[in-house]
């Protein structure tokens, strides 16, 4: 017997999506299964200061719900946060989510899945969809002597409030998308801040504002106005900033570069510092940064920007390996996710006892991001290669769960068993992505999070959102065989 039709595990933006999807497809036997007890995902755990979007608030929300009351340009965290909260109230869900429920197996077999959690408990359901995201492991470097520093360290996702950074000397390690939010933030308070730079990143101006009294009650009053903007922000982000991952050159390559040459020369003077700052892979190899104070708080008297090698931790700091020292009292890692471990710490074992994490050695792939051969009746949200470097991914996020719910309503309707993806399609399917990624600015020589550890680019989706959403919706169901 089993307990649910469909588990979608986890309660973030995916999940939630996947759950409205299911409602409007008719499918009302289905469980949300959080490990927190709290919804929200990413935004719930990435609440350290200065934590915001880097995506445009009018695009960073589902197309059926929009938020007229966004404060500014690009979204605080805790704003993003209470807009989930509002969506599940709006549509029902809270009574759907089972939280403290992390599920640490997921195991097939003809009576369905059945998924146990890590303290022991127990549930059965025909179909799983996994709605765990991909940053939400945070990624700890192993870097020597930890247990010998005495102060304190924390990850950015792992933010502790309680501790003051008023007057304190802090070492943050990174200088991507989380670091360059914190550090402003830090520097206005703090006595010193040390910040450690693997790589230097391009940056374009962020152009962050508030967002008017008057705006916010035109977008109340006059939902249409709100969806103008919207589109414009897409289609501005769709067609002229995706334009820049091409490698054949352009206008919007060479608008891109101009962007990044200006705020560079603008913001910094020193030529030391900029040419610390200037990276030496193209733009869009690694994620483009957005920001309007993180130059002038590199500039600060009390900031320094550290570009050795980090060697060791010391009981006062850290040492780098030219000898360079940073005692501090606070190490902030921000430090990015693990972000190919797609089903986090979740064994996912198919019919044969194989596990997904076997299936995708030596090559992570899906098909259509969402369904992989050999294991029926499994789903994912935010699956391989569906990532973006361009726009939102609440886009990629609502065509995924329209599509997995298209196919459960026709299983459901039809034989009310089995559903696998076709290994012939998902072998197409993963050779045309690849085809299509070759042909980028991530198949350079740069490292980023978007390959993993053999340099396949297993996140990113080569093509415009437009393009993926016509993709999903055309998609003919022979691609999966319903038994």
């Known amino acids: 017997m089993i307990d649910y039709e469909v588990a979608i595990i986890g309660a973030g933006f995916s999940g939630i999506g996947a759950a409205i999807a299911l409602d409007r497809a008719g499918i009302s036997n289905y469980v949300l299964l959080e490990k927190s007890v709290d919804i929200g995902g990413t935004w719930r755990d990435n609440q350290y200061p200065g934590a915001c979007c880097d995506v445009p608030s009018q695009l960073y929300s589902f197309s059926f719900e929009l938020n007229p009351a966004w404060s500014h340009r690009f979204s605080p965290a805790k704003e993003i946060h209470a807009y989930q909260q509002h969506v599940v109230a709006k549509y029902g869900l809270r009574e759907r989510i089972r939280g403290g429920f992390e599920v640490r197996t997921a195991t097939y077999s003809q009576a369905g899945w059945t998924l146990t959690s890590t303290q022991g408990e127990m549930l059965r359901a025909r179909y799983v969809i996994s709605a765990i995201g991909a940053l939400h492991i945070p990624r700890i470097p192993a870097i020597p002597g930890l247990q010998r520093f005495k102060g304190k360290v924390m990850h950015s996702a792992q933010w502790d409030h309680s501790f003051d950074v008023a007057n304190k000397k802090i070492a943050v390690i990174g200088a991507a998308a989380s670091a360059i939010q914190i550090i402003p933030r830090l520097a206005r308070t703090a006595a010193r801040v040390c910040v450690f730079q693997r790589s230097p990143s391009y940056f374009i101006p962020r152009k962050d504002r508030i967002i008017t009294r008057f705006e916010q009650a035109c977008f109340r009053l006059l939902p249409f106005v709100q969806r103008l903007v919207r589109w414009r922000q897409y289609c501005f982000n769709d067609f002229v900033f995706h334009s820049n991952f091409s490698l054949k050159p352009g206008l919007a390559r060479k608008y891109v570069q101009w962007m990044v040459a200006r705020h560079l020369r603008r913001n910094i003077g020193n030529p030391n510092l900029l040419a610390s700052l200037r990276p030496d892979y193209q733009i869009g190899c690694k994620r483009l940064l957005l920001s309007d104070d993180y130059f002038p708080a590199l500039q600060q008297e009390n900031v320094k920007l550290v570009t050795g090698a980090i060697d060791h931790f010391d009981e006062q700091g850290l040492v780098t390996r030219d000898g360079t020292r940073c005692e501090a009292e606070l190490v902030v890692m921000a430090t990015g996710f693990e972000s190919s471990r797609l089903i986090g710490d979740m064994t996912v074992t198919g019919p044969d006892g194989l596990t997904l994490e076997q299936y995708w050695t030596p090559e992570i792939r899906a098909h259509r991001s969402v369904a992989v051969n050999g294991f029926p009746n499994f789903f994912m949200m935010y699956g391989?290669?569906?990532?973006?470097?361009?726009?939102?991914?609440?886009?990629?996020?609502?065509?995924?769960?329209?599509?997995?719910?298209?196919?459960?309503?026709?299983?459901?309707?039809?034989?009310?068993?089995?559903?696998?993806?076709?290994?012939?399609?998902?072998?197409?399917?993963?050779?045309?992505?690849?085809?299509?990624?070759?042909?980028?600015?991530?198949?350079?020589?740069?490292?980023s999070w978007y390959k993993d550890d053999q340099g396949h680019i297993f996140s990113l989706w080569p093509h415009t959102t437009t393009r993926f959403i016509r993709e999903m919706r055309r998609a003919p169901l022979d691609e999966y065989i319903f038994e």
């Not at 719910?405 to 068993?417: D, F, P, S």
């Not at 993806?421 to 045309?432: D, I, K, L, Q």
Request: with cysteine; aromatic share 4%.
């Open 384 to 447: 391989p290669n569906s990532n973006l470097g361009h726009s939102s991914i609440i886009i990629m996020i609502e065509a995924q769960a329209t599509y997995i719910a298209r196919l459960l309503k026709h299983a459901l309707k039809t034989t009310n068993g089995t559903v696998v993806v076709r290994p012939e399609a998902e072998s197409a399917y993963n050779t045309a992505i690849k085809r299509a990624l070759a042909k980028t600015v991530w198949n350079t020589s740069c490292s």
